[in-house]
């Protein structure tokens, strides 16, 4: 599940996730209370600065046409189903595509259809106000939610320095929390969901079959 903590917001400019289309960039900044605010544009006002830019027009590289997606996807198929998105993302916003799927494999078990107690959606498990922010028109479509995740962990991963378990943990916790506890906060849930990620990502790493990989682990 993504948390994020926006205290303002300015209106959202661009859409991620379609071939060809430039993303807007995502401004921040840090109030005197500690709350960290994130917009797609400064509206103005000096201190937003640049925090990721957006892809510039790039192509993703995604095959064109739709993925059919089933009510709830629990056919073994799944695990590859988003193979292009999954690499045309963590490619186009340079973080390990295994990284990716085993954040994908912990939150919703490849299942597009999954919703948390909480109200997050999809294969990446989005908020909804983290999918408005990253740009996600439709949380529910595979893709969109691909992207917008994939661009959030862009943004964290540079707020820790590229620190995996960091990275991992503000996925899960938020930036805020980990960044007030100065390491992985000490959430049971969050410990746990660090643990589980990072193995999941050595499986993907070291074993090459995406399925058997993905497979419960003992």
């Not at 917001?9 to 661009?14: F, Q, R």
């Not at 005197?32 to 993703?60: E, L």
């Not at 198929?77 to 085993?102: G, K, M, N, S």
Request: glycine letters at 8%; hydrophobic letters at 40%; one cysteine or more.
């Amino acid at each position: 599940m993504v948390l994020l903590r926006i205290a303002r917001t300015v209106p959202l400019l661009a859409v991620l996730g379609l071939p060809a289309v430039a993303a807007a960039d995502i401004y921040k900044y840090t109030d005197a209370d500690g709350v960290i605010h994130f917009a797609t544009s400064p509206d103005g006002d000096k201190r937003w600065r640049v925090y990721i830019h957006g892809n510039g027009g790039q192509h993703t590289g995604v095959a064109p046409g739709v993925v059919p997606v089933p009510p709830s996807d629990h056919d073994i198929a799944r695990f590859t189903r988003y193979d292009d998105w999954i690499h045309a993302a963590a490619t186009l916003y340079q973080i390990p595509e295994q990284l990716v799927r085993a954040i994908i494999r912990c939150e919703s078990d490849y299942d597009p259809r999954a919703v948390s107690v909480s109200g997050a959606r999809g294969l990446m498990q989005l908020m909804p106000d983290t999918a408005s922010l990253m740009q996600v028109r439709d949380i529910d479509d595979p893709r969109e939610n691909i992207f917008g995740g994939v661009r959030f962990l862009r943004i964290l991963a540079n707020s820790f320095n590229g620190d995996l378990e960091l990275t991992v943990a503000a996925y899960n916790a938020g930036e805020g929390e980990v960044m007030r506890s100065g390491g992985i906060p000490a959430i049971p849930e969050t410990r746990d969901y660090v643990v589980k990620v990072t193995r999941f990502y050595r499986r993907y790493r070291t074993i090459g079959d995406v399925v058997e990989a993905s497979l419960a682990l003992d």
